[in-house]
């Protein structure tokens, strides 16, 4: 059973930093494009950084950039994403997802973790 697990969510002040993980289990990481995502309240699910099976490349969206990085091991079958400088607009529950077949951060990839909350505040 393909699955995947997100931890690593929490509360953090405003400029502080938090590592998502993603455990996937029932299939290989790495051949698949594996995405994070995030649904602030009240919003829709935004792709945010995602890493493509066609040629390994990693995209961030514009409001990420320079402070996510979004890396793999595939030893561990675990893909991570480092947030830095994280400002309470970054507040959203944050998914990891999977696809075989899409090259690209989307949100109609096949494979959904159950999500992670991340609360940026004072």
């Known amino acids: 059973q393909l699955q995947l697990v997100e931890s690593g969510g929490g509360l953090v002040q405003p400029g502080g930093s938090l590592r998502l993980s993603c455990a996937a289990s029932?299939?290989?990481?790495?051949?698949?494009?594996i995405g994070w995502f995030r649904q602030a309240p009240g919003k829709g699910r935004e792709g945010i950084s995602c890493?493509?099976?066609?040629?390994?490349?990693?995209y961030y969206a514009n409001s990420v950039k320079g402070r996510f990085t979004i890396s793999s091991d595939n030893a561990k079958n675990t893909v991570y994403l480092q947030m830095n400088s994280l400002t309470p607009e970054d507040t959203a529950v944050y998914y990891c997802?999977?696809?075989?077949?899409?090259?690209?951060?989307?949100?109609?990839?096949?494979?959904w973790g159950k999500g992670t909350l991340v609360t940026v505040s004072s």
């Open positions: 997802a999977a696809d075989s077949t899409i090259a690209r951060c989307d949100t109609n990839m096949d494979y």
């Open positions: 029932g299939f290989t990481l790495h051949v698949y494009t």
């Open positions: 890493i493509s099976n066609s040629d390994g490349v990693a």
